[in-house]
DNA sequence: TATGAATGAGATTTCATTCAT
DNA sequence: CATGAATGAAATCTCATTCAT
């Protein structure tokens, strides 16, 4: 009789709003931005067509939204190595192994990521948001790289990067085909070349 | 044996067909395959709507059609170097500064491509040949690190190939925003890595 | 005989009822009836959405006791000079100084009334209410022409009517413009054809 | 076989535009805008939903160019008084008599644009659009009452043209009821105002 | 009595494709 | 071979109303 409090309100949304959210990301993820209707998100959230709209402005927005929230935990590996406090050559260790993991863990969304970086006909924030992250995330890297005392710590930087998101992409496009991609192998290698650079305590 | 206007029929066919895949290709880049209407199209290439179906039976064909053409043009740096019987180190050059170059001259169509292969929602056979281009890629560059002597070829062509597009992911990233991506340096990088399997025959 | 709560609750009703109305009133004066949402309407009166079905059956409903109340208003002039027994001149003038008094307050609650009495989508009780109280004005205009001593009163008061109404179309049509209506002397004007008329019971 | 020429789908075109047009200016009149759909209007054009934005943007777009028309409309009559080189009193009967016959006429028409003149939430454009002819309208009566040598030709024009509008909101408004709107003698009433002007070339 | 999340019917809009000329 | 007006299926979006609490 008494109406719901506004807590109760406020996690009923939240739940609601998850649920539209990742029901979206996991068909987006899979059939694309345009194939994938309101209709099938509806349904396969459970709700109806309309309600989208109480948390959505459009589909635009949701994918807007979505595509924030994932670019934010796109750059989580890094931060983690940083906040870790181990010597550098550990950090980077950390840093390609929590990637890797996140990528297998998740290539749907990764793939959706990729794809949007590429259009064009992505909403401007988002645009803007992607070469920001790339920013953040090189300026750690370089630091990193820095620490560890490689020369052209800069060129390293870029050149470790292009390779670690080369990797990935790689893998990305084997999935669902008969290939199978070395990761493990490939993960080695690329630590490999810095390998010269671990023993910084002895 | 047939009459010259049927030669020339021909050739106009191939003309205003070339015109309208160019076109198409240039606005999928730019917008997005969805995004980009068979009347955009039309307009930009100057003919009527009617007329593209003369020539692509849909929408989805002319998207089908264009990117085979594209995935061929992808193989082309390498097979260019097998042809130019250099020794392998050149044809690693070769291949690297071809690519770059393809690359830098028609970003939008690399863009596309990328896209694509992302994109689970684009039709059964276009999913189907960039495997199998990237297998034939990956089994000359097999070859070329075997003659050149590095050792496992095989982990080393992934590697060299995920680098490669990992270079190119950021480059065409990079493109439109502030960033400005040290190709020339990362190329050398790149390259510099089997320098020293490059005095080999002498 | 009921409980003091009862009456308590009842005066509650009454005003949550009065904002709810006139915060509508404002809304659909504004941004007119079909634009203007229920939900912008129950957060503008600061009153849950659900809580305005316990006042109104529906948004129609809503617009027809708005309408109702704000038609009775529409007389007030009228039945105000009737009631004041001032010379018939006299009356004439509070009539024109009353209602363009009324119209100046509340320019927005003309505007609507204007509106909906053109709009046969509006509901057909309303259609039938302007038409009725139309005819209750023309009588007591009749009648205080007669007592006037105005030649052929019947389309003396159409013509005074009409004139009337007129001005306050323009004088509305203005509002927010950079017209700046001489709704003054437009006044002085009307009057003035019946100035010979005002010195009858000398 | 061979396509139709520029002349033919020019006229195609201006055909089905002023269909779509004319069919939306009667449902529009009649039913008010928004309670008109779409689907009513093309049903009752013969024409599929979607033709109807291969002419107008929208249906907002729709309304804004019938009204620009319509509005155009509104000053003819005063525009051909003053091209007939009439004496002033009879251009003003002119006046007075095709802008009565337009109205009764296309009732509708006029219920539409008064309705829309006054809703704030009607397209920028036409809320533009109506003070400025008004302002045109009232320049050539201005002139028009000055050429007469009626005392305060600007004032005179304001009144005029109130009680002129007055008449039709009255008439539009007793449309459809049972109210039988004396016309002709209200006509009559307001050109007896000015009779005395009448005899400049005796 | 009061709340606002949720519904769903129905509106607007898009656009690949067809087809008469 | 060439045209673009016309179609219609399907998409997005709106919002009055309901209802569990």
Chains 1, 2, 3, 4 share one sequence.
Not at 8 to 13: L, Y
Not at 15 to 35: D, M, P, V
Not at 114 to 132: A, C
Request: hydrophobic content about 40%; proline content about 3%; overall charge negative.
């Amino acid at each position: 009789m008494a109406p719901r409090s506004d807590e109760q309100f406020e996690q009923i949304r939240q739940q609601s709003r998850k649920n539209i959210q990742e029901t979206a990301l996991e068909l987006f993820a899979r059939q694309g931005y345009h194939s994938t209707t309101i209709s099938q998100i509806a349904k396969a959230a459970g709700v109806s067509k309309g309600l989208m709209y109480n948390y959505f402005a459009s589909k635009d927005d949701l994918l807007q939204k979505l595509v924030e929230e994932e670019v934010e935990a796109g750059v989580f590996a890094l931060e983690l190595a940083q906040q870790s406090f181990l010597p550098p050559y550990q950090q980077l260790e950390l840093i390609v192994e929590e990637t890797i993991r996140a990528v297998q863990t998740d290539v749907r969304h990764w793939k959706l990521l990729t794809t949007l970086s590429m259009q064009e006909e992505v909403m401007q924030q988002v645009k803007e948001l992607l070469p920001q992250k790339m920013k953040e995330s090189m300026a750690l890297m370089i630091e990193l790289f820095a620490k560890m005392g490689v020369p052209n710590p800069e060129t390293e930087a870029w050149f470790f990067g292009a390779t670690l998101d080369g990797l990935f992409l790689h893998y990305l496009t084997a999935q669902g085909t008969d290939i199978v991609y070395p990761l493990e192998s490939m993960k080695q290698k690329l630590l490999s070349r810095y390998v010269a650079y671990k023993a910084t305590n002895s």
